[in-house]
């Protein structure tokens, strides 16, 4: 079955950094644009950064411009988001989601999370 998991999450001080990871499974993953959504406390989910099918093209929240870079590595079927200077704004429950569009076709996938703390 589809399967999204998220890894690299924690707690890290303000200036830190982290890498988030997405392994995917179940489907073909190369064929899917990728992309890292988060969501904090009382708030809606937020689009933090996306990267096209092949890599080539990446676009990214003006909230996290410059200091967050999304790569993927299509042998691995893993997404992963580089985020540096983290801020406490960047707590939140960080998702990936991997989309297909083909015609009038839309195929959506999402992970459970991973929880990024920004507290000294």
């Known amino acids: 079955q589809v399967q999204l998991v998220e890894s690299g999450g924690g707690l890290v001080q303000p200036g830190g950094s982290l890498r988030l990871s997405c392994v995917a499974s179940?489907?073909?993953?190369?064929?899917?644009?990728m992309s890292w959504y988060r969501q904090a406390s009382g708030k809606e989910r937020e689009l933090v950064a996306t990267?096209?099918?092949?890599?080539?093209?990446?676009n990214y929240a003006d909230s996290v411009k410059g200091r967050c870079t999304i790569s993927r590595d299509n042998a691995k079927n893993t997404v992963y988001l580089q985020m540096n200077i983290l801020k406490p704004e960047d707590t939140a429950v960080y998702c990936c989601?991997?989309?297909?569009?083909?015609?009038?076709?839309?195929?959506?996938?999402w992970g459970n999370g991973t929880l990024v703390t920004v507290s000294s």
């Open positions: 179940g489907f073909t993953f190369s064929n899917y644009a």
């Open positions: 989601n991997a989309r297909r569009k083909w015609r009038s076709y839309v195929w959506d996938y």
């Open positions: 990267i096209t099918s092949a890599g080539g093209s990446t």
